[in-house]
């Protein structure tokens, strides 16, 4: 393993680009280190999507990189803690995702719907989440258990819920015995189980549920059918 010196010497050489981003130009010798480690981050993050955890090899990511292992080792001590870094990072993207729903509180049955929605359209755009999370629960969350904030990610969504729930309490279109744990539990559930099973279902169905007008039709599915669970009207 390199020492620090050793290691920030040849930070100094290591090219940015990963492999399968050729159209990204190099940036100039004495970049910030900084840019390295998301390098590698970012290269972490598609081979842990593409292989698993058990399948993803150092030298795989050192490789996509363009790096060197040494350099894994020096900024993130061990495969392991660089999973938990993939996981955390993916988790901070969604939780910025959900801050940008942009929400009206004064139309809770619209802003319902949306938040319904958001689970499946985000991992729709971001498929290799989906293979992150499956990993993590196939290693029955030990590497997230190992994260003492992990938490705090879950918190904000399930407060905005909270809010759009109350706002319709408030204006006698929601029933009063809503769990919104269990509520939200329950809209992960119909984006991620849609997109995590998209090959076997396409199959057993004889259509592609990737088509756009699939999609569309799933998330006005599934925004009926929670709000047919929460209106007081149904």
Same mark, same amino acid.
């Given at each position: ?73 020096? @900024? ?21 995702? *959900? ?5 009206? /509180? ?25 293979? /992150? ?19 705090? @990610? ?57 088509? *756009? ?13 929670? /709000?047919?669970?929460? /209106?007081?009207?149904?």
């Amino acid at each position: 393993m390199l020492k620090k010196d050793q290691a920030e010497e040849v930070l100094e050489t290591v090219d940015a680009p990963l492999e399968m981003e050729t159209s990204i130009k190099r940036k100039p010798r004495g970049r910030p280190r900084r840019s390295t480690r998301e390098n590698i981050l970012r290269a972490a993050k598609k081979v842990f999507s593409r292989s698993g955890y058990d399948g993803a090899r150092i030298e795989k990511i050192s490789k996509a990189a363009r790096s060197y292992d040494s350099l894994i080792y020096y @900024y993130f001590g061990s495969k392991e803690k660089l999973f938990v870094e993939v996981l955390e990072d993916a988790y901070r993207d969604i939780y910025e995702a *959900e801050q940008d729903l942009n929400l009206n /509180l004064q139309d809770p049955v619209a802003a319902l719907r949306k938040i319904i929605e958001f689970p499946l359209r985000y991992y729709v755009a971001n498929p290799e989440v989906i293979v /992150l999370l499956s990993t993590e629960n196939l290693q029955k969350g030990k590497h997230i258990a190992k994260w003492p904030t992990a938490h705090q @990610y879950s918190r904000p969504v399930i407060d905005i819920l909270q809010g759009v729930i109350q706002e319709g309490q408030a204006q006698g279109v929601f029933k009063n015995d809503i769990d919104c744990k269990k509520l939200y539990i329950a809209i992960t559930a119909l984006g991620y189980f849609y997109v995590s099973n998209r090959y076997t279902f396409s199959a057993f169905l004889d259509t592609d549920l990737m088509q *756009e007008d699939s999609i569309h039709e799933w998330a006005a599915y599934i925004s009926d059918f929670v /709000l047919n669970q929460v /209106l007081v009207s149904a």
